[in-house]
């Protein structure tokens, strides 16, 4: 009932569908001035469906300069574990790792593989296609959304969420289970924890001892996400346009970025990045837990106004907007793997 509650009385955790019921009435507007649904096809024309549904994360890196994200290998379906260990020797990447569906939903099926034992159960049990990565060295994250009108040189930062980790501190009493009972947050996650770490929740930790248990920054997965948009600035602009623009064809989604400083970020060092989102962005600053759900809905329709103007553009230029019935198609495929990767 705790728990209950708390969800209800905070908007972040609304469901998807409650949240944008507002913006299906801005999109359906849009879509009757594009004359198409599917008008987010045109967004980013280099990314499969602007980037908005069936993307492949693997292809999304393959657009991407390879000294700004991590060592990756795309492993199929059913692949045999021998050939995947001998790619993941191949490449150089090493325990523990990271391994996530090539086509993602919201931070679901990513998972730290620490030994041969679990990357065996992880491939064992995944009915899609997924990623292995290095793990990424830098502890801080930030989700930094970035739009570009076709014809301009250079774009903009249009917000930035930074991210608490789901992380505990300990007492010298308190178990793992119990420290994160603490926070309704974190306590929302442990069912899947409890799946994850099993028995080494009931450890005690050393006081000021602290551990990262989730060590990604996804919202589903009990990280905080915070507005940071005030670290916005001329210099921080300046690198993200220099990616960006190196990037065929990307005007508008997110960087996930994980990085040592924000000085050393602002100059394009010792940073990597997670992923690279497209159409189906969100601007994740508004689950901030200080922003109220007006907030969240003025920055959604000021995001997809972004999107229908460069989409606009682009069809103009001879892109083409995404045929009805393929974009349906596309859909219900989304629909199924959705549904895969929840019950994973």
Known sequence: MKLFIHKISNWEYWPFQVLYVPIYFLWAYYAIKAKSIFF???????????????????????????????KTIL????????KIVDAVVEK???????????IGLRGSGVKKIKTVSELKEYAEKANFDFLIQNLIPFQNEVGIFY???????NGKITGIVSKEFLIVTGDGKSTIEELIKQTPRF???????????GDELYQILHKGETINLVPFGNHCRGAKFLDGSNLITPKLTAMINEIATQIPEFYFGRFDIMYNTFEELERGENFQIVELNGAASEPTH??????????????????????YEISVENHKMGVPYLDYKVGMREYRLHLAHNNKIINF
């Open 40 to 70: 987010f096809n045109a967004s980013n024309p280099k990314i499969k469906n602007g980037g908005f549904m069936m993307e492949s994360k693997k292809q999304i890196y393959d657009l991407l300069p390879k000294k700004y994200y991590p």
């Open 75 to 82: 492993i199929k379906e059913n692949t045999d574990l021998r």
């Open 92 to 102: 150089e990447i090493y325990f523990p790792l990271i391994a996530k569906p090539d």
């Open 147 to 153: 739009v570009r009108h076709p014809l301009q040189k």
């Open 187 to 197: 306590e929302l996650q442990l069912d899947v924890l409890k799946e994850e770490y």
């Open 286 to 307: 508004i689950y901030d837990p200080k922003h109220s759900v007006w907030f969240a809905w003025k920055e959604l329709a000021r995001h997809i106004t972004y999107m």
